[in-house]
């Protein structure tokens, strides 16, 4: 075969041919890219103010949308706690009241085996008292007044001197527990 003369490193043209075309058309694909972008820039600068301007106006409307939303719910959950509070303190309520029954239950069988009278007991006790004082001040008052055969029979006799010495003296002397007055 003959040599030829070619450098067998080098490419072929029809290599170079190609490179170069594909090169060609990467270059010219970057050219547009970039071209749409600068104006997409150029359109986006003209029409800039009416977008954001548009774009405003959405959010403000999103904005009172979401908040007008957000206090329903707020609301509801204000509603719904008020109501589990309310349910939750009437229940608490009757928890107390039949504590506070049992405990007064125990405390009065505690003072029952202690043998401390009830208030119903004591008012009893007064009551008794009270109609026993009355009986003794009538059978007092009875015994203290002369009987009639007596008062027509004249004056009591007059007190013999050492009677009258002897109350003197109790008289003079202090009670139990009292100091002597002056």
């Known amino acids: 075969m003959p040599r030829s003369s070619k450098n067998p490193d080098a490419p072929d043209d029809t290599d170079s041919t190609a490179s170069d075309s594909y090169r060609n058309k990467a270059r010219d694909s970057a050219q547009q890219i970039w071209l749409a972008g600068l104006g997409a820039f150029a359109k986006a600068q003209q029409e800039g103010g009416k977008v954001f301007e548009a774009l405003v106006k959405e959010g403000a409307a999103m904005q009172r949308k979401t908040q007008s939303t957000a206090q329903e719910r707020l609301s509801e959950a204000a509603e719904r706690m008020t109501s589990a509070a309310s349910e939750f303190g009437t229940r608490a309520a009757g928890q107390w009241d039949k504590l506070e029954t049992i ?5 009065a069988k505690a003072l029952a085996r202690l043998g401390v009278p ?25 015994q203290a007044a002369p009987p009639r055969s007596a008062a027509k029979r004249g004056a009591a006799k007059p007190a013999t001197g050492r009677a009258t010495a002897a109350r003197k003296t109790a008289a003079a002397r202090p009670r139990a527990g009292k100091p002597p007055a002056d």
């Open 103 to 107: 405990f007064e239950d125990r405390v």
């Open 118 to 142: 009830t208030a119903r007991e004591v008012q009893a006790l007064h009551e008794r008292i009270d109609a026993l004082t009355q009986a003794l001040e009538a059978a007092t008052s009875a």
